[in-house]
């Protein structure tokens, strides 16, 4: 789960996107400290149509380099999708016990990174009935305290990781509005 590592270099992705559009007069440059509401949503796919999912079509989307797939923010809230391959060494996790055991690793794995993190909750969930870990937590993040659902989707040899960032006081909003949306309309296909 590279939070920080992500939450950098897709603040730099965003940062590069908004500023494309500066040099015309006529477009307002976006308001990077509010989240802009969805106006309808948009199906998009990547890896070739293996991964498909809705996404709002007034949020800036910016095609990453692997493992990271995609990044998707508006203001301070951020989605970003990444894909890991699975060695044999490292199978996906296969029962509910192995996926318990994924859930505890990713815990010490993100307290390891960051003596701030703190765990909200995490599940083993279902993610359009392909096994996923769900972490819910408060991490700090280039001084910011962000609130961050990472979902770790476990499919086809794969690890597919959906890292959803807001401040801790629009998270609900922005959850109930585009990332809770966005998470359950999520498609892998082999």
Known sequence: MPLRRSLSVTLGVLALGALGGCADSRTPAPNLSRVQPPDGVKTVNYLHNKLSFSAPRDWAIETGHAPMVVTLGSGPALITIWRYPRSPRQPVPGNISALQQARRALIAAASARDRT????????????????????????????????????????????????????GLFHLVDRTVFSPLLHSVRLVG
Do not use: C, K, W
């Open 117 to 168: 993190f703190r765990v909200i909750s995490s599940a083993v969930v279902g993610v359009n009935d392909i096994p996923a870990v769900e972490l819910d937590a408060l991490e700090t993040i280039r001084g910011q305290v962000r609130r961050v659902r990472s979902t770790h989707i476990y499919e086809h040899g794969t690890e597919v990781v959906v890292d959803e960032y807001a401040p801790e």
